[in-house]
């Protein structure tokens, strides 16, 4: 049969589907109808040589898509490197073999690497529906994937990409678990370690579950997503960078993935330690600090759940090569004062000038990490804290940190909010905790991290005393719809600073 029977023009719909290849068909086309296309139909196209497997949306009334035309998502275009009026060849796409492998594991059976491979596989060719990844993913949630079953998955999302080398040198690298709101101690720790004179590299994911991803803080003060080439440039010239992983070609499954598990709002350890680790290896790394805070209201909320993490990411570490220490820190707060990425990049950068009012609990908590780091590299008897501090006091991180910032593109300073409510404490007490879920939800509700400037600042911490009218955080939007959004969650149930008696 003839291509151009299987043929159509493309147009860019100009639809950011993050990723996801997505084609737009009139109802009357004559190739969606002749095909017998349907909505949510997987679709494959293919032009010059490219290949995509897209999901089909059929428009049916709205004018700006007419039969004669097929319209694709940003994801898709890009994919295909389409121009407009280049013709498109469609097809029916064929199941794609990892389907039975994931049905597989929803009903309990156990997989090899070679099975995580064609899963990763179709996952990075765009063969695999959104409905197919949510399922991956569930299956693997809770303790649904054994340690043989995490250190499989976690080689073939490494295999999948890159693995950077860096020479016979010591890679240092942090990574924090996630789950406590603020807490932007990474661009502090690759300060102080790359001005300690050791090669830190660091890729960071943007949020999944939280207000903030380092990536996100980091994009409000210079650009993030380098390409591996800038990254060796900006890592040879200062020692350190703060990338975003998603531009790299580092296990890049894991930000395919990582698009499921946001709107899912769940991780499993076995998927964490995958994701964190098989971006560890193939960045290169050789020594690895991960931050696990531990709090009722944290992503790790008990001691158990510690140990059982702890002891996942210690066996997947050996099994890939890498020497990996887990530093517990406390979980019960928030850290900082500023939760969104333009309020925690504040913070940082106060810590970094020594600023008065420089959050002392970021401060101490990045003073604990970095010296942690190295003294997993030195072995020199626990002086990494003392070394960290001088590097800190003396200028010497916030001029390593400012010159990384200039040599990815640039800094600029964070900017504020245009909208501000203040939420008052409606009794006097002290403050007894604050819900870590609770305050990063209206942040979120706020618009953060979208919205860069967004979140929720913190005035008062546990252990604080308050009095009745006084201020207990604030809530910054970019649009007065957002802040009501935000302010009415805040006000709808109880309130996430927890008001004790006086004492």
Known sequence: MRADVHSIPLIAAGIDTYRQPVVYMHKDCHLCRAEGFSSLTRVGISLRGKSVVASLNVITGAPWLTPDVAALSDAAWNHLAAKDGDLGTFSHAEPPASTSVIRAKVYGKRLGEAEFKSIIGDVLAYRLSDLDLAAFVTSCVGDRLDIDETIALTRAMQQAGQTLEWGEDLVLDKHCVGGLPGNRTTPIVVAI?????YRIPKTSSRAITSPAGTADTMEVMTPVALKIADMRRVVEAEGGCLAWGGELDLSPADDLLIRIERPLDFDSDGQLCASVLSKKAAAGSTHVLIDMPVGPTAKVRSTEAAQSLSAR?????????LNLRVHRSDGSAPVGRGIG?????????????????????????????????????????GKGRSRAERILESGEAETKFLAICEAQGGFSEPQI??????????????IASIDNRRIARIAKLAGAPGRKTA???????????????????EIHAETSGELDWARDYARSGPSALQIGEEP
Do not use: Q, S
Not at 193 to 197: I, K, M, R
């Open 193 to 197: 370690v790359a001005a300690a004179g």
């Open 313 to 321: 990411l210690a066996a997947v570490a050996v099994a890939i090569g």
């Open 341 to 381: 990425p333009a309020l925690e990049a504040h913070d940082v950068l106060k810590v970094l000038r020594r600023a008065p009012d420089a959050p002392l609990d970021l401060c101490n908590r990045a003073l604990d990490l970095a010296g942690a780091l190295l003294d997993l590299a030195e072995d020199d008897g």
């Open 417 to 430: 909010a245009p909208y501000h409510a203040v939420e008052m404490a409606t009794v006097g007490g002290t």
């Open 455 to 473: 979140g929720v600042l913190l005035h008062k911490r546990p252990g604080d005393t308050v009095e009745r009218g006084e201020p207990l955080y």
